[in-house]
């Protein structure tokens, strides 16, 4: 005999469908485990006695397959364009947020300056403008992490600028952790060559870009 799904039934298997589903995605969640690029505070260039240094550092512009709280993996030996997009391992914030947060208080804490982009600035101060955009970032397991950076900063009382380009890589052991704390490593050098270039342009606007 052929059995038929009433109204009421219908209704009822499609709640107990939705309601696996929504169990499914927050089991996808909920045991996931959060990292951060911002690191330990680095050593301050400046002294006591210098200046204080201001700079404004713009949304840091990343590859749109990047600017997601999950970590995307690149498949090891280049010869794969296929990526990994893991959903137990996350950033604590979109990845351009946590690059963004990661790079200010690299250069911040470097030159003893403040990011007038999150405090606001005042009339008749002297700015650093700096743009910087992610242009490659590679993350393999058990191997390492590259990356890419270019930034631009111009000073906003005299128009002067300066673009430079820098990228690097960081060796890693096993684990998803290592893997977050070579990204880490990656994003404070690059905090640091932009600080190193900034106290350069400070003292002679045609400085070259650091190594």
Same mark, same amino acid.
């Given at each position: 005999?052929?059995?038929?799904?009433?109204?009421?039934?219908?209704?009822?298997?499609? #709640? /107990?469908?939705?309601?696996?589903?929504?169990? #499914?995605?927050?089991?996808?969640?909920?045991?996931?485990?959060?990292?951060?690029?911002?690191?330990?505070?680095?050593?301050?260039?400046?002294?006591?006695?210098?200046?204080?240094?201001?700079?404004?550092?713009?949304?840091?512009?990343?590859?749109?397959?990047?600017?997601?709280?999950?970590? /995307?993996? @690149?498949?090891?030996?280049?010869?794969?364009?296929?990526?990994?997009?893991?959903?137990?391992?996350?950033? @604590?914030?979109?990845?351009?947020?946590?690059?963004?947060?990661?790079?200010?208080?690299?250069?911040?804490?470097?030159?003893?300056?403040?990011?007038?982009?999150?405090?606001?600035?005042?009339?008749?101060?002297? /700015?650093?403008?700096?743009?910087?955009?992610?242009?490659?970032?590679?993350?393999?397991?058990?191997?390492?992490?590259?990356?890419?950076?270019?930034?631009?900063?111009?000073?906003?009382?005299?128009?002067?600028?300066?673009?430079?380009?820098?990228?690097?890589?960081?060796? /890693?052991?096993?684990?998803?952790?290592?893997?977050?704390?070579?990204?880490?490593?990656?994003?404070?050098?690059?905090?640091?060559?932009?600080?190193?270039?900034?106290?350069?342009?400070?003292?002679?606007?045609?400085?070259?870009?650091?190594?």
């Amino acid at each position: 005999m052929k059995q038929f799904l009433t109204p009421s039934r219908c209704l009822m298997s499609a #709640s /107990v469908l939705a309601a696996a589903l929504l169990l #499914s995605a927050c089991g996808s969640t909920s045991n996931a485990r959060y990292y951060t690029l911002s690191g330990p505070a680095a050593n301050a260039f400046a002294t006591a006695s210098t200046a204080p240094v201001f700079i404004e550092l713009a949304p840091v512009a990343v590859p749109e397959r990047l600017a997601r709280p999950q970590m /995307v993996l @690149t498949k090891p030996g280049g010869q794969s364009a296929e990526l990994e997009l893991l959903e137990q391992y996350r950033w @604590t914030s979109s990845f351009e947020n946590e690059m963004r947060d990661a790079l200010s208080a690299g250069i911040t804490n470097r030159l003893g300056a403040v990011d007038v982009s999150k405090s606001g600035r005042s009339q008749g101060q002297t /700015v650093w403008r700096v743009a910087v955009q992610l242009r490659q970032f590679d993350a393999i397991e058990n191997t390492g992490v590259g990356a890419a950076f270019s930034w631009t900063a111009r000073r906003s009382d005299t128009g002067a600028n300066a673009a430079c380009q820098w990228s690097g890589s960081e060796p /890693v052991g096993a684990g998803m952790d290592a893997l977050a704390q070579g990204a880490q490593r990656i994003t404070d050098r690059a905090a640091q060559k932009i600080a190193s270039h900034l106290a350069a342009l400070a003292t002679n606007p045609a400085s070259p870009c650091p190594r």
